[in-house]
């Protein structure tokens, strides 16, 4: 039975190196290109409780070398001073816009709600959404507009380069890449037609907007607290093409500042990613922690040097696609994998008890 079990364990390493090797050799990046377009892109922001990070974000989208750009704020009723930030920024800037947003509607979430108004607004061929922790380099908004024309896409999704500043944000937040990259070949977002190989990440949204504007994206997934990944599925479903990639350094975002506020932010949409299937989460943490530990009770040397080896290689490949320090993901590895069963438990409790909350209010 034991050795069954290790049977069943090697598996599912294996099976997780082989997605992450081939995310590591097919490169799913978005690359620079030096033509350059000149259509216009809507770059919309929704703002909630952002004075601490807001004005890095539209500081870097000044400097961006695109120039036909018109960028709105949402102010979702923040309670700090994010309003009076933004609106003197915009007073010295005129291709930035501020606006106030409605009271939350019934069956809407606050984000999907915000989204929803600044598309309103916008009056791009194209529709960026970013979040307001971000800062973003020159390249960016180019290589995207390429990319969707080239590649006729609805909608294209970056998962963001991550900064991690204490060493509690690095006990987290590159659990975030850990899962992705080593769980879905990215590659298969754009190739497949099936939903099921769907993901984005609403850290960077861009859409065809015509092809937002005749399907109102945010409008149908409005009470889905993971709408970036919805958003694909229904592209897909709606037989258009999607594509999700790494930004290749080209948009960084600090998503946390601390140990709290990270397992606090992960916790909340956790268990999304698997249906929100209690058991099936649970059988992936029991695999891809209980099965190592197992394992390693066994005393057998060999088989204990090859599974170290394979979480090795896959912590190697996973920390240079995303552009974080493989050093210290492999050292902090184990503290990472308790990190993530505290996630676990704090995830189910809030799914269980329905006590989901973000910025103030119940998701």
């Keep these: 039975m034991a050795i069954l079990f290790c049977y069943l364990v090697y598996f599912f390493l294996i099976l997780r190196f082989c997605v992450t090797l081939f995310n590591f050799i097919s490169n799913p990046k978005l690359t620079k290109v030096s033509r350059q377009y000149h259509d ?10 952002e004075e601490k990070n807001i004005l890095t974000l539209l500081q870097s989208i000044e400097k961006q070398d695109y120039k036909n750009i018109e960028v709105i704020v949402l102010d979702d009723q923040s309670t700090d001073h994010t309003y009076n930030l933004c609106t003197e920024f915009a007073r ?7 606006i106030i947003g409605k009271p939350l509607p019934e069956g809407w979430l606050g984000k999907n709600y915000a989204c929803y108004q600044l598309a309103q607004q916008a009056k791009g061929k194209y529709l960026l959404f970013l979040d307001a922790d971000e800062e973003i380099y020159n390249g960016l908004i180019n290589s995207a507009v390429y990319r969707t024309k080239v590649h006729r896409l609805a909608l294209l999704s970056l998962f963001t380069n991550q900064v991690m500043v204490t060493l509690g944000e ?33 850290q960077f949204m861009f859409f065809d907007a015509e092809k937002y504007r005749g399907h109102q994206w945010h409008q149908k997934v409005k009470d889905q607290v993971v709408e970036d990944v919805e958003i694909m599925k229904c592209v897909k479903q709606n037989r258009l093409k999607g594509e999700g990639l ?13 140990y709290q506020e990270a397992v606090h932010g992960f916790s909340k949409n956790f268990l999304a ?54 050093f210290y993901n492999m050292l902090l590895h184990p503290l990472q994998m308790v ?16 006590t989901v909350t973000w910025k103030g209010r119940k998701v």
């Design 92 to 98: 010295k800037n005129p291709t930035v816009k501020v």
């Design 339 to 354: 990190s993530l069963v505290i996630i676990a438990h704090l995830s189910i409790k809030k799914h269980l008890t329905k």
């Design 170 to 202: 690095t006990l987290v937040v590159p659990l975030m890449h850990y899962m992705l990259l080593n769980l879905l070949p990215l590659r298969l977002i754009y190739l497949s037609k099936n939903p099921a190989f769907a993901a984005a990440s609403g």
């Design 40 to 49: 216009l892109v809507s770059i919309l922001v929704p703002a909630r409780d």
């Design 246 to 258: 790494l930004a290749n350094g080209l948009i960084r975002c600090r998503m946390y500042n601390n």
């Design 273 to 326: 990613p698997f249906n929100y299937s209690i058991i099936t989460f649970l059988l992936y943490l029991f695999f891809l922690i209980g099965g190592p530990i197992i394992v390693g009770l066994t005393l057998n040397l060999q088989l204990f040097l090859m599974m170290v080896s394979l979480i090795v290689l896959t912590r190697i490949m996973i920390s240079l696609e995303s552009g974080q320090n493989p």
